[in-house]
């Protein structure tokens, strides 16, 4: 069941590569959260506990390198340790997140279906893409789906993505089995940001254009593309076109990017 706090608690998992703890705890934080930047290590020696927090974020970055393949590595370390905590966890109607290299982390753990491998073109790619958001209305977009508590009231939405080893695989089996549960979060669309910068609109390979999936009634969620990097509209790669065409209109410019909306949801599952 759901913990109360005055402000739910945030665990950043950090350690081995992870980078992008920092802007992940303060995506938590502007949404309203109460964050934490935990090293895996002291979860491991019990300096600090899963079981004290309401949402889990394994956040991007290159965990030991992508020595072994993105996320396998920490992945392993998660399991042979923390395996029980996260069980639990999970169960508790609580929220884990993984972006990007904490999605492979996710598939990894079993945690996702699926699996995230070389891009088509065999590069790493680091550019704007646009996601078309599926889970949004759960059961009215899909009989048997479920709405995702990440991704409310959202639509196609522009974010950045930085990855070698983002090709959403799975299965017919499996993609079948996430057509039919709703568990298909998001998949690549041509939007804004492909015809600002006239690329293609699946920039990896990924199967379906799968860009982000989740499981546990929409409770577990993991995305290619960094929510993280797109909290305010200046981020945007279109946003002296925003700003200009707002003074035309005589609009107010929005402070907050597609992003923010994300970590807004999360902190909002709790406080309602």
Known sequence: MKTLHIKPKVLVFSGYGLNCEEETKFAFELAGASADIVHINDLIDGIKKIKNY?????????????????GKAY????????????????SQQKLVIGICNGFQ?????GLLPG???????ARYIDRWVDIKVET???AENNKNGRPSPWLKNMGTISLPIAHGEGKYYADAKTLAELNKKGAIAARYAK????????????????LEDIAAVTSHNGR?????PHPERALFVTQLPNFTFIREQSKR??????????????FKNAIDYFQK
């Open 136 to 138: 949004q209305q759960g």
């Open 115 to 121: 699996a995230l491998t070389h891009n088509d073109g």
């Open 191 to 206: 939007g804004e940001a492909c015809a600002y910068l006239d690329l293609p609109y699946n920039p990896n390979g990924a």
């Open 54 to 70: 309401d949402i889990l974020a394994f956040p991007g970055g290159f965990s030991y390198g992508d020595d072994t393949g993105s």
């Open 220 to 224: 577990v969620l993991g995305m290619m």
């Open 105 to 109: 982390i996710l598939t990894n753990l």
């Open 75 to 90: 992945a392993n370390k998660v399991r042979n340790h923390l395996s029980k905590d996260l069980e639990l966890f999970v």
């Open 249 to 262: 209109i005589g609009k107010k410019l929005p402070e907050h990017g597609p992003g923010f909306q994300i």
